[in-house]
C-alpha cells in the first residue's frame, strides 16, 4: 500500500507532538525528517485549528485540545480508563449518588474528562470535553492552587470575569481561598459557575505536582455539613487510589 505523503505528514507530527512533552519545530523537524519549510504551515494550521497548541515562551508545540476532542469517544470506551471510572463509580454510590467529575487544567479552563452521572432525580449539568474558567469551579480551583500570583495573573491577563453573579472576581479573594486549598487539601465552590449548584474537588498529584483533580457536584438543597464532611472522606479514599493509577492515565503529562 502507498501512504499519501501529505496525510502521513500531518499525522505523523500530530504523533510525535503526542508522543513528547512540547517540542520545538527544529525538533520536530529533525526527528521526522521534515523540512522546516514544509513543516511550519502544517503546524500553523494545526495551531489555528487547535489540534496543536504552543507555549510562547519556550516556542514549544503540545497537544491541543481539538485532538482530545476528536479521541473523546474512543477515551470513553478505553480500557486504560476503567479502573479511573470504577473508582469514580463506587465514589459517588458512597457519596448517595453524586455527580462526579475527573478533570486536568487546559490554559485557564477546566477539561473535564469523565464524568459520573447522579442516579438521583435532581441532578447537575456538565458534559466531557466542556471546558469552563478554573477560577470558577471547585476543580478549577483545586487545579490551580499551587501557582504563583503572578501565574495566576499571567494566566487570566483579562481579569477574572464572572460566569454567575457569585463567581469571584477578585485575584485577591481567588489566593485566599487557594491558600485554603493547600492548607486543607479541598476547594470549594457555592453557585460560582452553575447556581443552585455546590461541589468539592480534590488535587491529583503525579511526581508531586498537581496533574488533574476529582469532585463531587450535588445540589443546593441536598448539601448539608454532615455531607460534606463524608464527602470530603470519600475524596480522600478515591485520590488516593487514583494518584497511583496516574502513571499509566496521564503518560508524560
Known sequence: MTLHKPTWRVVSVLNYISANNGVTLAECSSALGIPVGTLYPILQTLL???????????????????????????????????SVKSILSKTAERCGGETMHFARLEGGNVLYLIKIESTCSVRTYSAVGNVIPAYGTALGKALLSELSSDDLRALYPDGLKPITANTITSFEVLEA?????????????????????????????????????????????????????????????????????????????
Do not use: H, W
Request: net charge negative.
Open 48 to 82: 489555528e485549528l487547535e489540534y496543536v497548541s504552543m507555549d510562547y515562551e519556550t516556542r514549544r508545540y503540545c497537544p491541543g485540545l481539538s485532538l482530545f476532542l476528536a479521541g473523546s469517544a474512543y477515551i470513553a470506551g478505553d480500557n486504560s480508563y476503567s
Open 177 to 253: 481561598q487557594l491558600a485554603e486549598v493547600r492548607s486543607t487539601g479541598f476547594a470549594y465552590e457555592c453557585e460560582e459557575s452553575n447556581y443552585d449548584v455546590r461541589c468539592i474537588a480534590r488535587p491529583l498529584r503525579k511526581d508531586n505536582r498537581i496533574v488533574a483533580a476529582i469532585s463531587v457536584s450535588l445540589p443546593v438543597f441536598r448539601y448539608t455539613d454532615e455531607k460534606r464532611k463524608k464527602i470530603e472522606n470519600e475524596l480522600l479514599k478515591a485520590g488516593a487510589q487514583m494518584e497511583a493509577l496516574l502513571p499509566y492515565i496521564l503518560g508524560n503529562s
